[in-house]
């Protein structure tokens, strides 16, 4: 059987690619790497940037997963020749009900228009998926699973792994967001809350499930139900670091600072992984930084540097926090490399679980430093 236990969520070492607002970033590798064992089930069209610890990756885990749930029998009963065509049939059992267009397609698979179009033929030919009748606008054509192909997927695959699988890959979305990874912050916050709550649908007593719920709420602004979905997975598993540490960010948000900074206490005894641990430093930066207690907001934006110098947020909580030094100069360096396109107004767009007033505040003492 799958374990669902989690230590964090993890990354493996490799380089940050970023994507522009004319094309996208280059691809993770073929969808083969799944079967060799390498990285990434679903590609997306970011990398993810290194960490410095060696714990599985969680897209590595839901590939774990889906294979355990019946990969094979799905390649075997749909008659599917490549795993491109496992990953298209993926996303739209995913989507079954609003289907996917052409290009949301590629932009998941990142794979050449020629060979897509040629798989997507291979795949209508042999009634596995169908092109939507009702289409508003002709100039796009939108996908739709057969329904004979959602039943014999439905039948492969156990519901509780896949709902694990689906809320392991709402998190890497999540991430995303969070590096400043997308082209349109938007419609991966949309895709978030779909997968989300698809995963719930199908297992609703998971704490990942109920987890990958409420950080989809927590990064579309509505504090009060990711306060809720967080509880739900702490409730479900008193030793889940991830999900003490939104309902502390949760609670933060809605003014509850007293009981928010008690819970990233918690969340910090919990963490054994430096990535968890960096994370949850994160937020008490953010949390003494607008509460304007600034000496101790510098103090975590150095510890931030320290555990994680390949990380941009380290930098941007270093020159939101420190007016003048020595070292601003060679920070502001090392910001450009790790994010060259970065600008402040970027925190309002990818950090949307950022009120406002705090964006604002952040914003402003980057400009001393940015503009």
């Not at 937020?283 to 510890?303: H, P, T, V």
């Not at 502001?332 to 994010?339: E, V």
């Amino acid at each position: 059987m799958y374990s669902t236990i989690i230590k964090g969520m993890l990354h493996k070492k490799r380089k940050v690619i970023h994507a522009t607002r004319k094309a996208p970033a280059p691809s993770s590798p073929a969808f083969e790497a799944t079967i060799l064992g390498k990285r990434h089930i679903l590609p997306v069209p970011t990398a993810i940037p290194k960490a410095l610890n060696k714990n599985v990756n969680l897209l590595d885990e839901a590939v774990f997963s889906f294979l355990y749930g019946g990969l094979f029998k799905v390649l075997k009963s749909l008659a599917l020749s490549s795993l491109l065509d496992l990953e298209i049939v993926f996303r739209l059992y995913v989507n079954f009900y609003k289907g996917l267009s052409f290009y949301d397609i590629q932009y998941f698979t990142q794979s050449p228009e020629r060979t897509l179009w040629r798989r997507l033929k291979y795949l209508e030919e042999n009634g596995v998926i169908r092109k939507s009748k009702n289409q508003k606008d002709k100039r796009t054509i939108r996908f739709l699973l057969s329904k004979n192909s959602y039943d014999k997927l439905s039948s492969s695959i156990p519901k509780e792994d896949l709902a694990i699988t689906i809320s392991k890959i709402a998190m890497s979305y999540a991430d995303k967001l969070w590096m400043f990874n997308v082209r349109d912050p938007n419609k991966v916050r949309k895709t978030l809350l779909n997968l989300a709550r698809s995963s719930v649908s199908l297992n609703e007593n998971n704490f990942l499930c109920q987890f990958a719920f409420g950080l989809s709420y927590y990064y579309g602004g509505n504090f009060d139900l990711a306060l809720n979905h967080s509880y739900n997975s702490i409730k479900l598993n008193k030793k889940f670091a991830h999900g003490r540490r939104l309902f502390g960010s949760s609670l933060f948000q809605i003014d509850e600072k007293k009981r928010a900074y008690q819970e990233m206490d918690k969340a910090l005894e919990l963490y054994e992984d430096i990535y968890g641990q960096w994370r949850t430093y994160y937020e008490l930066w953010r949390f003494n930084f607008i509460d304007e207690k600034m000496k101790d907001a510098q103090k975590y934006s150095e510890k931030l540097i320290r555990l994680q110098p390949e990380y941009p947020q380290s930098y941007i909580a270093y020159l939101a926090s420190h007016e003048k030094g020595t070292s601003i100069r060679s920070m502001k360096s090392k910001l450009n490399q790790l994010l060259p396109n970065f600008s402040p107004p970027m925190i309002k767009n990818f950090h949307s679980w950022i009120r406002d007033d705090q964006a604002d505040r952040i914003i402003q003492s980057l400009k001393k430093h940015l503009i």
